[in-house]
């Protein structure tokens, strides 16, 4: 069991450039997520998914974009990278119970520096 | 709006002793309460996940509390060793959001653990 794991690892860009992170987990979960981390501001919630073919947007969306075709895979998407996108990126996954998603495993994140 | 708060931000004891880290929040009509540790340059990993109907929760030397009426979670870690130091963060889903797994963070405590 792999868990949650993110490519690539470490990424540096220049502004207006695109570029997507992948997220894959083998856990059979239904829910995904993406978070930034910033220093001074936490975990902040970007996008995240219920199922396979559904998303949402969480806190701070603007500029990103997410896809979920396969249900083991979430891609988060930079359409035109900005020095503000200059974070450090999460991926996590929950279950489902019936009373709603269970505790989240995260990724091992991945490092975006934008020039 | 659902506000979590982690006092202190940085915490140093010695090799041995018992100590507590707190997690406040404004709203207490919460679904379920977790505490996460990250390590330098890592993910977080999930330590302990307290339903709203449970006062606490054990995982070895591990121990969190949840006082919804005070607004408060304690994760009470005995016996405390350097493997310890970490950053520890605490988490809940905004009212309304249960079912859909979106957290809210604290700003997380880094405890050091001296030799």
């Known amino acids: 069991n792999a868990g949650v794991t993110q490519t690539p690892k470490f990424r540096v860009l220049k502004t207006g450039q695109s570029m997507t992170l992948l997220c894959a987990q083998d856990m059979n979960h239904e829910y995904m997520y993406w978070y930034r981390q910033d220093p001074g501001m936490g975990l902040r919630l970007i996008h995240y998914?219920?199922?396979?073919?559904?998303?949402a947007k969480g806190e701070v969306p603007d500029g990103y974009n997410v896809s979920r075709l396969k249900k083991q895979n979430f891609l988060l998407g930079l359409e035109s990278a900005a020095p503000s996108q200059t974070s450090v990126y999460f991926c996590?996954?929950?279950?489902?119970?019936?009373?709603?998603?269970?505790?989240?495993?995260f990724g091992p994140g991945t490092r975006l520096t934008v020039t | 709006k659902q506000e979590v708060t982690q006092i202190p931000a940085a915490l140093s004891v010695p090799e041995g002793e018992n100590l507590v880290l707190n997690c406040s929040f404004t709203?207490?009509?919460?679904?379920?309460l977790q505490w996460f540790r990250q390590d330098p340059g890592k993910g977080l990993t999930s330590l302990l996940l307290?339903?709203?109907?449970?006062r606490e929760q054990t995982s070895g030397r591990l121990n969190a509390s949840l006082d919804k009426s005070s607004g408060r979670s304690t994760l009470y870690i005995a016996a405390s060793q350097p493997g310890d130091s970490a950053t520890y963060l605490c988490?809940?889903?905004?009212?309304?959001?249960?079912?859909?797994?979106?957290?809210?963070f604290g700003q997380g405590t880094t405890l050091q653990v001296k030799p």
């Open positions: 998914s219920v199922g396979e073919g559904t998303t």
């Open positions: 996590a996954s929950s279950y489902s119970t019936a009373g709603g998603p269970h505790e989240q495993y």
């Open positions: 709203d207490s009509a919460i679904y379920n």
């Open positions: 307290i339903q709203s109907s449970q």
């Open positions: 988490a809940l889903p905004p009212r309304g959001y249960s079912n859909t797994g979106k957290l809210i």
